[in-house]
């Protein structure tokens, strides 16, 4: 799904530190012990600046550094302090939801409620609310 939308995603090393970490869900860390050829680990160039590492844990304020340093065309974050400072430096951004609804409308996926489900009993943090938002936005926005 991820290769459909975005063709090659960069992610940083703190991002794969998260990613293998071992409170991360097995399937996780097995996913990212052998990533797929679209997946780049990509070094920064340069250290995240203070605001950055002041605000956030490693994997946000990397991404957010990478993004800009690489002019990504889109970052994908969900924590809420990180996505309110890239909007601050005028980064492109989406988050889990963002990319499952482009998915659903390009026809990469078929269930996204289901797909979103599936990532909750993973551990992927989302308020019954933002789902049922989510459930609306597929009807409008998302809409086939």
């Not at 991820?2 to 409170?23: Q, R, Y």
């Amino acid at each position: 799904m991820l290769a459909g939308l975005f063709g090659e995603l960069l992610i940083p090393p703190g991002v794969a530190a998260e990613l293998a970490d071992k409170g991360a869900p097995h399937a996780v860390r097995e996913w990212i012990g052998q990533p797929p050829a679209w997946l780049r680990i990509r070094p920064l160039h340069s250290p995240p600046d203070a605001e950055l590492m002041a605000a956030l844990d490693p994997g946000e304020r990397e991404a957010i550094q990478l993004t800009a340093e690489q002019k990504a065309d889109v970052l994908i974050i969900n924590e809420r302090r990180g996505r309110a400072i890239a909007q601050r430096r005028g980064l492109p951004l989406t988050g889990a939801l963002g990319v499952l609804g482009d998915a659903y409308q390009r026809a990469l996926i078929d269930h996204p409620i289901v797909i979103l489900a599936d990532i909750r009993q993973q551990g992927f943090r989302i308020s019954d609310a933002l789902v049922a938002r989510f459930e609306a936005l597929l009807v409008t926005r998302y809409a086939r």
